[in-house]
């Protein structure tokens, strides 16, 4: 980034603060990550405002403050494993990197997992990208601390539950079109789950399958 970027992204963790975004790791990574990087050239201007832009195959880059806020309730520790459902433009996989999780993204739109992968490595973030169902998520790679999706399900997807471990808990939006609630879903045992609700979200369907 150059001066006046990094001027800009430090303006925006502050403005998140201010929102009320306390988890220094999210601020400090708000800070860190160019989100100009992540959209195209002709918007980058708008890059470090606190709202969604939209990126390839009609899809969008969650507000700022979104991507803080399930950031926040994911309470990551360095060396947290991570499984985030929608890679998208690959800015929420650059935060949960730069702080410090050891990250797995999966993303169904074949475009948007080349173009993530692209631009995270060559930011410098290497995070275990695939192209694939979110709704399956990677029964291979599980278990993990914690899941974030980053589209919203109708209802709970039930494979992605038993990839958590005991102990460890997922932050999903959940509802229809009409809104959705933040939702952490904790593991508790081999067959027990805590849910709690954490305020009204609106994001895209979460949605089956794979496109090319």
């Known amino acids: 980034m150059n001066s006046q970027q990094k001027t800009e ?10 929102k009320g975004i306390s988890d220094q ?3 400090k990574a708000i800070a860190a990550v160019p989100r100009h990087e992540f959209v195209d050239e002709e918007i980058r201007g708008a ?9 390839e195959k009609g899809q969008t880059i969650s507000q700022p403050y979104t991507v803080a806020y399930q950031s926040e309730l994911l309470r990551i520790k360095p060396g947290d494993k991570v499984l985030e459902i929608g890679t998208g433009s690959g800015y929420q996989a650059a935060i949960l990197c730069e702080m410090g999780a050891e990250v797995y993204s999966i993303e169904r739109i ?3 997992y080349l173009s993530a992968k ?11 990208l695939f192209y694939g169902d979110g709704y399956e998520g990677l ?7 914690k899941i974030l999706v980053t589209a919203a399900p109708v209802e709970i997807p039930q494979k992605l539950l038993y990839q958590l471990r005991i102990g460890g808990w997922m932050v999903v939006p959940l509802g229809g079109r009409g809104g ?11 067959d027990a789950f805590e849910e709690s609700e954490h305020g009204a ?12």
């Open 110 to 112: 074949e475009e948007l």
């Open 118 to 128: 692209k631009t995270l490595n060559a930011l410098g973030y290497f995070p275990n």
């Open 201 to 212: 979200f609106i994001f895209v369907p979460m949605q089956k399958g794979i496109e090319k």
């Open 47 to 55: 890059a470090y405002l606190d709202k969604p832009l939209p990126i």
């Open 180 to 190: 959705q609630k933040m939702t952490i879903i904790k593991r508790t045992g081999k």
């Open 9 to 18: 992204a430090a303006k925006l963790a502050e403005q998140l603060e201010q």
């Open 25 to 27: 790791l999210v601020l």
């Open 139 to 145: 029964p291979e790679n599980a278990p993990f601390d």
